[in-house]
């Protein structure tokens, strides 16, 4: 059965878009330029837009630089999913299952895909 929460889905998405955003500043360094969070059933996905730093910018540039970017970002955010996921569990009421992430290092796109373990139940 669904989980039903009191607030609408857009109340939400943007909730966890503003607690996503507040995590890439204090523990990246620097939040992203964009960020928009979609609700379809039990999943949260989030995409952020423009999260490179200069430094990664130049750094993609050079040989293997690719490849270490996505495996810095991957690390900091595999070990930040406790705090992670105990935020989302706060604002959704639902605890997540697993995420899963990517990194376009030629855009600076990010997105990061939460699986919860129930559905988010609409509210209209």
């Given amino acids: 059965m669904p989980h039903k929460t009191h607030k609408t889905h857009g109340e939400l998405e943007a909730e966890i878009s503003k607690a996503i955003v507040s995590f890439e500043r204090e523990y990246m360094g620097r939040g992203p330029r964009e960020v928009k ?12 837009k423009g999260t490179l ?5 130049e750094m993609v540039k050079k040989e293997g630089g690719v490849e270490l970017i996505k ?8 070990n930040s999913t406790p705090y992670l996921f105990d935020v989302l569990e706060k604002i ?3 605890k ?11 855009n600076g796109e990010h997105i ?8 988010i139940k609409k509210i209209k």
Wanted: charged share 30%.
């Fill in 37 to 48: 969070t979609y609700i379809i059933d039990d999943i949260i996905c989030v995409r952020l």
């Fill in 53 to 57: 730093t200069k430094a990664e910018k």
């Fill in 71 to 78: 495996r810095v970002r991957g690390t900091m955010l595999e």
């Fill in 92 to 94: 959704i009421g639902i």
């Fill in 96 to 106: 997540v299952s697993h995420f899963h992430s990517d990194l376009s290092t030629t």
């Fill in 112 to 119: 990061v895909v939460f699986t919860m373990e129930k559905k």
